[in-house]
């Protein structure tokens, strides 16, 4: 059971070292470009060959969950293309980052993880991420026969006492989440009225949550409300608008897709800077 598709600028590796997505990993047994995504309760393998992609997928499961989650239907050239040839900076870190594209992930999923991403880098979130999930979430097997785990729902993590939760090495955001599960569950906060907001509202709505600020707030807007105009600045954004964009980002030059250039910006500056 498998499928194929020709995406244009689109680079696993880019993507899974990027800083969106912290549930996939290249699989180690094959020198291939083969790399195993979780993402919720469902996993996926996907091998890649230039611009082909083969996934362990059936075309159906690829059309109603897959394409949407690649953004697989977005010209990314096209937002390259659209960069202000003067602007040397940008132009080299989109040519560096050129394959990232922003995932479509799961709202309740981003908003856990962003929250342990706080002061954190992203080993040791992934670290995170991987031991909430055993041990909160359900246990599921892959076609293959891999074991693994889905993401905790709020109910699960809600479960969780604080103390469980240090366990698990999330040290002080350990209340966050706990309290923002509570949130959650209690109808304080509504994944889905968030999902149906308009994004400014939503992100409102975002900052009431425990230890959600206005750089999470902004990542879960982009990663997860797929908000193209989401800037999330962190220390390193704020470094490179401090070095090359000292009168600020020209975001009125590119209104409908500023946070996928941040996503080249802070690859760039991850790797090179």
Known sequence: MSCSRNIPSMNLKKICDSGQCFRMRKKQETEEEVYQILAAD???????????????????????????YFDADRDYR?????????????????AYGEGIRILR???WEMIVTFII????????????????????????????????Y????????????EEELRACGLGYRSRYLAETARMILEGEVSLETLSA??????????????GVGQKVADCICLFALHDLKAFPVDTHIRQVLEAHYPQ?????????????????IFYYDLECG
Do not use: M
């Open 105 to 107: 992930q799961d709202l």
């Open 248 to 264: 600020g980002f020209p975001f009125g030059k590119y209104p409908e897709t500023a946070g996928i250039l941040q996503q080249y």
């Open 78 to 94: 096209a937002v390259i293309g659209s960069i202000d040839a003067g602007d040397v900076y940008l132009t080299q870190a989109a």
């Open 150 to 161: 889905a993401f905790p729902t709020p109910e699960q993590l809600g479960r969780a006492p």
């Open 197 to 210: 907001l308009p994004v400014s509202q939503a992100r409102e709505e975002l900052l009431k949550l425990c």
């Open 42 to 68: 469902r996993w996926l393998e996907v091998r890649q060959e230039g611009e082909t992609f083969w996934f362990s997928c059936d075309e159906e499961e690829y059309d109603t969950f897959w394409r949407e």
């Open 117 to 148: 991403s706080q002061q954190n880098h992203i080993r040791r979130i992934r670290k995170c991420i991987e031991t909430v999930c055993e041990a909160y979430g359900s246990r599921c097997t892959a076609p293959d026969g891999t074991i693994y």
